[in-house]
T-cell receptor, first 114, second 113 residues
């Protein structure tokens, strides 16, 4: 069973569209995250979500919004897509109160905005 | 702002050789992580280092942490081709709680036969 799963794996869309990426974890973790990996492979935190507390990286445009229907899911909605949003988006999860707090990553969603 | 710097960013080496990747970070943090990423794949957790002087080993990889110097190293012993990948170090942003990680830029490692 996949621990952290994301769908879709690939997403190709036009500028200006609105899209969503889904993430689910079956590890029983209480914290989930979204990261963006750009074309140079640089990884940057976008959001973390824990017990209904959302921590936002202040550099993330408000066109990006995470939505968590329950603690096993953290979806990413993106409005008015721009060329610069093209990247690989990774979902991750961890157990906050563990000493190691290791984050486990999904396989990634490769978003291409044309 | 927390900064994490890795070097080298690119490393090409031959099988059987030893080498070390360095990771410096700018502020105090409770945890230091090493991840591996194969091309087009996800990130795989290798090590988490929790305290000054911590050393962890798995196969040909050994990671260490010096919190006073804010330095972690990932040492590769007698490299083999299967270790070719990009290696990232990462640090908790706030040192506890629902933290995101601040990643280094990654070290792209190629091991040639």
């Amino acid at each position: 069973d996949t621990a952290v799963s994301q769908t879709p794996k690939y997403l190709v869309t036009q500028m200006g569209n609105d899209k969503s990426i889904k993430c689910e974890q079956n590890l029983g973790h209480d914290t989930m995250y979204w990261y963006k990996q750009d074309s140079k492979k640089f990884l940057k935190i976008m959001f973390s979500y824990n017990n209904k507390e959302l921590i936002i990286n202040e550099t993330v445009p408000n066109r990006f919004s995470p939505k968590s229907p329950d603690k096993a899911h953290l979806n990413l909605h993106i409005n008015s897509l721009e060329l610069g949003d093209s990247a690989v988006y990774f979902c991750a999860s961890s157990q906050e109160d563990s000493s190691k707090n290791i984050q486990y990553f999904g396989a990634g969603t490769r978003l291409s905005v044309l | 702002e927390l900064k994490v710097e890795q070097n080298p960013l690119f490393l090409s080496m031959q099988e059987g050789k030893n080498y070390t990747i360095y990771c410096n970070y700018s502020t105090t943090s409770d945890r230091l992580y090493w991840y591996r990423q194969d091309p087009g794949k996800s990130l795989e957790s290798l090590f988490v280092l929790l305290s000054n002087g911590a050393v962890k080993q798995e196969g040909r990889l050994m990671a260490s942490l010096d919190t006073k110097a804010r330095l972690s190293t990932l040492h590769i012993t007698a490299a083999v081709h299967d270790l070719s990948a990009t290696y990232f170090c990462a640090v908790d942003i706030w040192g506890g709680g629902a933290d995101g990680l601040t990643f280094g830029k990654g070290t792209h490692l190629i091991i040639q036969p």
